[in-house]
Nanobody, 121 residues
Framework: QLVESGGGLVQPGGSLRLSCAFS?????????IGWFRQAPGKEREGVSC????????VYADSVKGRFTISRDDAKNTVVLQMNSLNREDTAIYYC???????????????WGQGTSVTVSS
């Protein structure tokens, strides 16, 4: 099970902190966690992912230098810190769990319900 939280309305240039709480993964206690987003009328795209150990992270070019992903396995939580937000970041954000550190949605087996992020003045 994955549950996202932290979305909301923010002005351009602002920040949001998204959290993904994961549980119930018996075969892979510390799964790879990816963040994806889907804007209206667009396909779902990978934003960032973090390996099971947390030692390897990947970011989409569009968010590099603005977003930071981290994980706290003691709390079974992955956080996506989003800074310098712009209107193009408006989307539903999903976290997903898998076993491979990729930015391809098809490589992830389990998904949360999503949290909405709107960047608007």
């Amino acid at each position: 099970q994955l549950v996202e939280s932290g979305g909301g309305l923010v002005q351009p240039g602002g920040s949001l902190r998204l959290s993904c709480a994961f549980s119930g993964f018996t075969l892979h206690a510390d799964p790879v966690i990816g963040w994806f987003r889907q804007a209206p009328g667009k396909e779902r795209e990978g934003v960032s992912c973090i390996s099971s150990s947390g030692s390897s992270v990947v970011y989409a070019d569009s968010v590099k230098g603005r977003f930071t992903i981290s994980r706290d396995d003691a709390k079974n939580t992955v956080v996506l810190q989003m800074n310098s937000l712009n209107r193009e970041d408006t989307a539903i954000y999903y976290c997903a769990a898998g076993i491979m550190s990729t930015m391809m949605a098809g490589d992830y087996d389990f998904w949360g319900q999503g949290t909405s992020v709107t960047v608007s003045s």
